[in-house]
């Protein structure tokens, strides 16, 4: 065998470059002994027929015994599937908040396309927002708007708070709806009820409210710092500069109550910020704290006991809202 071999080694030497097509078939040609077999294109399994390939099955052998994996090597693998898996979660998890974050400012900006729209056609001037003369729908945004917006559910909604609160979800998470005053429409945005415009001869709503304070038209000084269209635990609110925080993240204690209503709109939505759109029709998000510095209606005290122009300190607020950026 080893005389037929060095004879072909020779051959291809000595004619390959002359005879290419021999050269090739010499080299093909299988040597004495050589112990695969074909069949068709594939080849079986080695013959073990001889010593020499006898020893080459072994060696085979060998090789697919060392394909298999331990049951050590099994769980460092899983062990570090799991480590990955740790790392990555948290990560994930912030990736599908900003996400949502990121769709709820885009919802904001149609929303401020509505209110821009509607603006434009009234002269600036806003609907009376009177619910005891003209029901719900001037009362609300939900009907003065209708005809500036497709009635689908999901505008109407923040991506982190589409199940109603009636429906077992719970706060800052939950929507609003349907309730007396918004007939059979639900949500979780809400609108500065500051912003309209009642008749002359009404000075107060609902009792406490005065209506010398309302920004009754849109086109403003200052609209940028005049909140309008936000994340809220209710569809409107009307703050005051002496509300109070949360006592805890959640805390919407005066969902149908006309007091504190700063609540409503102090929700921990988007990591320790709310988003919302200004009168001059921009979406921004909004530090929790911020709320209390933006001038909500005209004799609203910008430089108020929680702002810190007005002297707050990081131990007055609740212990939820205590490392959040202060304003």
Known sequence: MRNKTELIK???QNNGRSHPE???????????????QMSGTHRSRPDVSTPHCSARHDRWCVVLERRAFTLIELLVVIAIIALLMAILMPALQRVKKQAKAVACQSNL??????????????????????????????????????????NEAEMRFCPTAVK????????????????EQTGDQSGSYGMNNWLCNPSP?????????????????AYVDGAAN?????????VESKPYDFDTPPEYDGDISTYLVSALQMKRFCLNRHG????????????????????????????????????????????DWPEWMRRFKDY
């Open 226 to 234: 005049i909140p309008m269209f936000l994340d809220c635990a209710f």
């Open 10 to 12: 020779s051959e291809i």
């Open 22 to 36: 021999r050269s090739r078939r010499a080299y093909l040609e299988p040597a004495e002994g050589v112990c695969m």
């Open 272 to 315: 320790e910020y709310a988003n919302g759109v200004f009168l001059d029709f921009s979406v921004r998000k909004i530090g929790l704290k911020q709320l209390w510095t933006f001038k909500w209606h005209r004799s609203f005290d910008i430089n108020n006991s929680w702002t810190t122009a007005g002297g707050v300190q990081p131990s």
């Open 164 to 179: 109603l609160r009636e429906e077992g979800a719970r706060d800052p998470f939950a929507a609003w709806g349907p309730v």
């Open 109 to 150: 900006h149609q929303w401020a396309v509505a209110f821009g729209m509607y603006a434009g056609d009234n002269d600036g001037y806003f609907w009376s927002g009177n619910f005891n003369r003209g029901g719900w729908e001037n009362y609300a945004w939900l009907g003065p708007l209708r005809p500036y917006y497709s």
């Open 201 to 217: 001869d009404v000075e107060f709503i609902h009792g406490r409210e005065a209506t010398k304070d309302n920004w009754r038209n």
